[in-house]
Nanobody, 119 residues
Framework: HVQLVESGGGSVQPGGSLRLSCTASYRTYCMAWFRQTPGKEREPVAGIVTGSSYYADSVKGRFTISRDNAKNTLYLQMNSLKPEDAAMYYC??????????????????WGQGTQVTVS
């Protein structure tokens, strides 16, 4: 079982930046960030495998996903944050198979979430 631990959430003003981190107990094939706000479905934000990445249209150009394989750590650099980016951000992973398109049901490992507030 892969354990995922997120960190880096917090409160920033619009236009500010945050860097989220997710450390896994061991390396996984596909990793992604999802976010969710009350009353809305959990939505994919960004995902990454070797040589390929995905970004939701709403964050493309502002967010950057990356990973440090030596540390088994996933990152999400969030710049130019907007109030609508405020959400609980979840790190997710699975060991193999199809990564894209990102579907929450394809991910069997989840972190507990880290809160991002933009106001």
């Amino acid at each position: 079982h892969v354990q995922l631990v997120e960190s880096g959430g917090g409160s920033v003003q619009p236009g500010g930046s945050l860097r989220l981190s997710c450390t896994a107990s061991y390396r996984t094939y596909c990793m992604a960030w999802f976010r969710q706000t009350p009353g809305k479905e959990r939505e994919p934000v960004a995902g990454i495998v070797t040589g390929s990445s995905y970004y939701a249209d709403s964050v493309k150009g502002r967010f950057t996903i990356s990973r440090d394989n030596a540390k088994n750590t996933l990152y999400l650099q969030m710049n130019s944050l907007k109030p609508e980016d405020a959400a609980m951000y979840y790190c997710a992973a699975h060991g193999g198979g199809v990564c894209f398109p990102l579907k929450s049901t394809n991910f069997n490992y989840w972190g507990q979430g880290t809160q991002v507030t933009v106001s």
